[in-house]
């Protein structure tokens, strides 16, 4: 699976918008970016996925880079219950076991 | 209702015993997966489970014996309890065509 490079933390105002980003040059051409995140003490929730396209759901969107070497998970309007470890991994789509390999990721704060 | 839930959500033992986690999950996923995360919070896939039949197993001690009755339940039963098992210990499910995993609240596992 191709390795992904996050900062360890960022802060962001409540009301703004947070900008995660990932770095992932390695990515290959049948690997999707997932994003995930864990609010303390409770297990990982799924957030958004994207191949090449940029996606929107109702948590968040995904900008992915022309050349996929990275993407910015956006969370529109960042509150207080945003604050967690926000996960970016790469994984290729396949009718084997999904393994998803969890990185260190990035501790957004979100403040008033 | 309780979409993966985990039994029993704490866990204060003895070094040597033996003990067992439970998982159930009511979406109807095929796929189901335990992960460990330990103190330094890394995420670390353990095994994963298609159809009560075991298609992920990373190197994890023999100690550990995972157990899938049906395809709604994956238990983990471990032996001989050592400090280094101390954790929280994620349970998972998801369609095996998608990589958007549901996670459990955790079970806590502390060996004295």
């Known amino acids: 699976d191709a390795k992904t490079t996050q900062p360890t933390s960022m802060d962001c105002a409540e009301g703004r918008a947070a900008n995660l980003p990932c770095n992932h040059s390695?990515?290959?051409?049948?690997?999707?970016v997932y994003w995930y995140r864990q609010i303390h003490s409770q297990g990982p929730q799924y957030i958004i996925h994207?191949?090449?396209n940029n996606e929107t759901n109702e948590m968040a969107s995904l900008i992915i880079t022309e050349d996929r070497k990275s993407s910015t998970l956006i969370l529109p309007h960042a509150t207080l219950r945003d604050t967690a470890v926000y996960y970016c991994i790469v994984r290729v789509f396949t009718g084997g076991g999904n393994k998803l390999t969890f990185g260190t990721g990035t501790q957004l704060k979100v403040e008033l | 209702d309780t979409a993966v839930s985990q039994t029993p959500k704490y866990l204060v033992t003895q070094m040597g015993n033996d003990k067992s986690i439970k998982c159930e999950q009511n979406?109807?996923?095929?796929?189901m997966y335990w992960y460990k995360q330990d103190s330094k919070k890394f995420l670390k896939i353990m095994f994963s489970?298609?159809?009560?039949?075991?298609?992920i197993n990373e190197t994890v001690p023999n100690r550990f014996s995972p157990k899938s009755p049906d395809k709604a339940h994956l238990n983990l039963h471990i032996n001989s309890l050592e400090l280094g098992d101390s954790a929280v210990y994620f349970c998972a499910s998801t369609q095996r065509t998608t990589g958007e995993l549901f996670f459990g609240e955790g079970s806590r596992l502390t060996v004295l």
């Open positions: 489970y298609n159809n009560k039949e075991l298609i």
């Open positions: 979406l109807g996923h095929d796929t």
């Open positions: 390695t990515i290959s051409g049948n690997e999707y």
């Open positions: 994207g191949l090449k």
